[in-house]
């Protein structure tokens, strides 16, 4: 069956980095879209970015200059860097499935909390 | 950015009733149109794409409409498990991914 697993919660002070990862099973992680998606608490959902199965990403212009989406495929795993951390992005970060941008989010990972803290 | 705007914001609604939760774009998608359910805690789960297709497993209660700017989720008899969040969300032509407010659905 299909899983995204993500990593565990994290605390960052401001200023540093995070690097979420995704576990995919039950189908190669090559043959559909990762996107990534962020919810703070009590909020709505927030689209960050998107990885095609060409490795070519594009992300929302607040974050094009922090965020970095990559995938190892020999261990099945996406992964989601956002640097120069600030207060408003602790958040649950959401990985999520795509078989093309007709399809819908069919799959998503558990979320990964995020807490910027001092 | 194409914008999407839910309504209602909440809505209180009883076992058994029917539901309408409506979302509008700020410009033509198409059927490029997804919902989405969130409990409490958990991660959304896809309902319908492409405006009215329902997703594999979900159950028939649930239906969707619409093109173009204009789309609406029906449920059609409230059952206790769909008290939940509710999010439409947009993906036509290009990034980013738009998602609605979100309706939060309650028990009256």
């Known amino acids: 069956q299909v899983q995204l697993v993500q990593s565990g919660a994290e605390v960052k002070k401001p200023g540093a980095s995070v690097k979420v990862s995704c576990k995919a099973s039950g189908y190669t992680l090559t043959n559909y879209d990762i996107n990534w998606v962020r919810q703070a608490t009590g909020q709505g959902l927030e689209w960050m970015g998107w990885?095609?199965?060409?490795?070519?990403?594009d992300s929302a212009q607040k974050f094009q200059d922090r965020v970095t989406m990559t995938w190892n495929t020999s261990i099945s795993t996406a992964y989601m860097e956002l640097s120069s951390l600030r207060y408003e992005d602790t958040a649950v970060y959401y990985c999520?499935?795509?078989?093309?941008?007709?399809?819908?989010?069919?799959?998503w990972g558990q979320g990964s909390l995020v807490t910027v803290s001092s | 950015d194409i914008q999407m705007t839910q309504s209602p914001s909440s809505l209180s609604a009883s076992v058994g009733d029917r539901v309408t939760i409506t979302c509008r774009a700020s410009q033509s998608i198409r059927t490029y149109l997804n919902w989405y359910q969130q409990k409490t805690g958990k991660a959304p789960q896809l309902l319908i794409y492409?405006?009215?297709s329902l997703q594999s497993g979900v159950p028939s209660r649930f239906s969707g409409s619409g093109s173009g700017t204009d789309f609406t989720l029906t449920i059609s008899s409230l059952q206790p498990e769909d008290f939940a969040t509710y999010y439409c969300?947009?993906?036509?032509?290009?990034?980013?991914?738009?998602f609605g407010q979100g309706t939060k659905l309650e028990i009256k």
């Open positions: 990885m095609n199965p060409n490795g070519n990403t």
């Open positions: 969300q947009q993906s036509y032509n290009s990034l980013p991914f738009t």
């Open positions: 492409g405006a009215s």
């Open positions: 999520t499935r795509a078989a093309g941008w007709y399809s819908g989010f069919d799959f």
